[in-house]
């Protein structure tokens, strides 16, 4: 698979080419589709490789494709603090079993910020230790960021006189 | 048998009690932001603390991805709404990477300006309400007098104090009036004058100190794996700021310094800010000078895809009148592809994430919040301190409801 000069999308296609399903270097940020399964075996050599020191994981979020198969598309963004770049990993999640491995294990910022995305995309995250809902209340129906959830819906009313 | 000593275990030892669960907030006067803590205390000590985020969570996301993309720099406002144009060059700088568009230099020149006099805004009102819930009413007072005149630059350059919907996606809305830079270096003078008032009531005082000094310890490693951005992870010694290590816009020509802290504490953090304070009026400054010997010149890119005609044409010409009236109900289409753009605000790193299929509507408008991410480690910081421990350290965490909940 051609590298598109990122010597950080190198590595990893050097050490995981059988994890990694596409990769592109779009508007200069390099990016890798991996396999979900292979998710936290990728993640973890990112992270311990020295060449790649990732020890940062910036950002966590999805992206709802309806219509696609598979559905969802999770997006990693990462940062090395020690060699000053970044990286983006996206692992496609289909609507069932809508699931993929947790990485708090790896990283802790990753437990907030799947907690949202369970609440608003409704992806669960196996192994997640706090699985709960982060923005939304328990009782709240459905995950409004999916495509397929209307802008307008009301939500039953909750509290001691309903 | 009635009057038989009492053995010296029994005395002096620990009292069966049990813990007491303490529900504080979302409403609480002595936090500024709407969150609740669920605190298990033993005495007056935190066991654990569990954070509930989410009370301000209006539907960012979902209402960006129902409408055009410049309808979404209202809404930027309304993250941090102590630095609202911080969030506005944020969002227009990550559409213009997925646009490919360079804004002309009198631009970036203003968006520094503006974004610095933001982040000052911000400081100033994480240090007056620290200031404020430490029960001191006289520094919180001289902090919004000088965000007050800071506010009133602002308005000066965009005619709002708050909501200020600056930024533009090629530009900013205007340019700033001609009266600016004399407007601007009487208020800095002001606010360095309020700051050392600020200074010479708080930074000494012992009740201040001891209730900032040790507390709220945060280590480099928690903060890296957290990802902690911001004057929180610069507390700990870490001189990460995206100003000096990811330039974007001007900043590779100005000169300021990154101040960093020893140990991590409130106190650290308060230093910190003070002095970004400083470096602040130091870039808007070096902004003022150069603005001045650019001269007159233009402020929005001269792009067709993200710029309305000049009126004279629309009103003459029947291809303008056509891109007006495209440009106005349909807004810009922005090439396919994805992009994540990250500055330095006022809390750390502000990302945006944006994904287009090439439509006049966002397939998706990710915000990385640091409100969020730094306040998720907030247990490990107060675990085994006292209750009142709590307030300094979410003071200084300055979570904004806007920007965490969303």
Known sequence: MDDHGSPLLRRLLDHHAAAVIDVHAQLGDATALVHKERLVEVMRFLRDDPGLAFDMLMDVTCVDYLGETPRFEMVYHLYSLAKKHRLRIKARVPETPCEIDTLCPLWPSANWMEREVWDLYGVRFTGHPDPRRLLLYEEFVGHPLRKDYPKERRQPLIGPNN | ?406
Request: net charge negative; glycine share 8%; with cysteine.
């Open chain 2, 1 to 406: 048998m009635a009057n038989e000593p009492r053995s010296d275990d029994e005395l002096t030892g620990d009292l069966h009690a049990e813990h007491q669960i303490l529900n504080m907030g979302p409403s609480h006067p002595a936090t500024h932001g709407t969150v609740k803590f669920v605190i298990e205390l033993d005495g007056e000590t935190i066991i654990d603390l569990d954070v509930q985020v989410g009370y301000l969570h209006r539907g960012f996301e979902k209402e960006c991805e129902s409408g055009s993309w410049y309808q979404c720099i209202p809404y930027t406002d309304r993250l941090n709404y102590n630095s609202a144009i911080l969030a506005n060059v944020g969002f227009c700088l990550a559409v213009e990477k997925l646009l490919q568009l360079e804004t002309p230099e009198r631009c970036q020149w203003l968006r520094v300006m503006a974004s610095e006099l933001s982040r000052l805004g911000d400081h100033l009102t994480r240090c007056g309400a620290a200031a404020l819930e430490l029960q001191a009413m006289t520094p919180f007072l001289y902090g919004i007098e000088a965000r007050e005149l800071c506010w009133d630059l602002q308005e000066a350059l965009c005619g709002a104090r708050v909501t200020s919907n600056y930024v533009r996606i090629g530009g900013v809305k205007h340019d700033m009036p001609p009266s600016f830079p004399r407007q601007a270096r009487e208020v800095i003078k002001k606010i360095r004058s309020l700051l050392a008032d600020f200074d010479a009531v708080v930074t000494q005082n012992r009740i201040f100190v001891d209730r900032l000094k040790g507390t709220g310890v945060i280590s480099q490693q928690d903060c890296i794996r957290y990802a902690v951005t911001g004057p929180v992870l610069r507390s700990t010694g870490v001189p990460l700021d995206l100003r000096k290590d990811e330039p974007y816009l001007t900043y590779r020509d100005v000169d300021f310094d990154v101040p960093v802290g020893e140990v991590g504490d409130n106190f650290d953090r308060y230093l910190v800010c003070v002095e970004e304070m400083h470096q602040s009026l130091r870039i808007v400054e070096q902004c003022l000078v150069k603005l001045e010997n650019l001269g007159p010149g233009p402020v929005n890119v001269d792009d067709p895809r993200v710029r309305w005609p000049a009126k004279g044409r629309v009103f003459n010409q029947m291809e303008e009148l056509i891109q007006q009236f495209k440009s106005v109900t349909e807004g810009p289409r922005v090439p396919p592809g994805e992009g994540y753009f990250a500055i330095e605000s006022a809390n750390g790193e502000l990302g945006f994430y944006l994904v287009s299929d090439g439509s006049a509507v966002p397939v998706k408008v990710r915000c990385r919040p640091p409100s969020l991410i730094n306040i998720a480690p907030l247990p490990l910081m107060v675990r085994g301190a006292m209750l009142a421990d709590v307030i300094p350290t979410f003071d200084f965490l300055n979570m904004i409801g806007g920007e965490c909940d969303r």
